[in-house]
T-cell receptor, first 111, second 114 residues
């Protein structure tokens, strides 16, 4: 079984809709991250969490919110989706040694 | 602010050719350095990492990278590429002792032709 899972894997939605992307991990890591990937821009950090009570904004948090429901679960929400949020979204976890482990990604299209 | 620059956005090689992908970062303190690979349709996987010690690090699949502190560089190399190396490669930096926040480069898309 995969260590980091994301649901859904693909989603098409309309402008203005609320969307939630979910991430679960079985690695037992405290630290979790949400990134978006856009062609030519690499991965950019949206939010990160170092434990259930610690949530921090990344470099592009506007238009997004997160919830850390448990050590193993970290959800990303788009309250009112817009077309420029069309991207590939990755969840990741890390151990104290800095290596990050990535989920398979969610491809989101906002029409 | 930290930043990571990858010099080549697209690289096309024939099988058995040598590969070098450039990566430079801007950060004055101690850093941890990574190369990740993303095969078509897959998620990112770690190729290799540098935290301290020998600046020449060896990773999976015959890849290696050299940390040159004076040049703020961490270039990725492979002496002989294979068709299966076709992928996108990302350099990433985290400030050592910080909060594991990785800063990624824009990526280099490598295509290897048989």
């Amino acid at each position: 079984d995969a260590d980091v899972t994301q649901t859904p894997r693909n989603r098409i939605t309309k402008t203005g809709k609320r969307i939630m992307l979910e991430c679960s991990q079985t690695k037992g890591h405290d630290r979790m991250y949400w990134y978006r990937q856009d062609p030519g821009l690499g991965l950019r950090l949206i939010y990160y969490s170092f434990d259930v009570k610690d949530i921090n904004k990344g470099e592009i948090s506007d238009g997004y919110s997160v919830s850390r429901q448990a050590q193993a679960k970290f959800s990303l929400s788009l309250e009112s989706a817009i077309p420029n949020q069309t991207a590939l979204y990755f969840c990741a976890t890390s151990d104290p040694g800095n290596e990050q482990f990535f989920g398979p990604g969610t491809r989101l299209t906002v029409l | 602010a930290q930043s990571v620059s990858q010099h080549n956005h697209h690289v096309i090689l024939s099988e058995a050719a040598s590969l070098e992908l450039g990566c430079n970062y801007s950060y004055g303190g101690t850093v941890n350095l990574f190369w990740y690979v993303q095969y078509p349709g897959q998620h990112l996987q770690l190729l290799l990492k540098y935290f301290s010690g020998d600046p020449l690090v060896k990773g999976i699949k015959g890849f290696e990278a050299e940390f040159i502190k004076s040049k703020f560089s961490f270039n990725l190399r492979k002496p002989s590429v294979q068709w299966s190396d076709t992928a996108e490669y990302f350099c990433a930096v985290a400030n050592s002792g910080g909060y594991n926040k990785l800063i990624f480069g824009a990526g280099t898309r490598l295509a290897v032709h048989p």
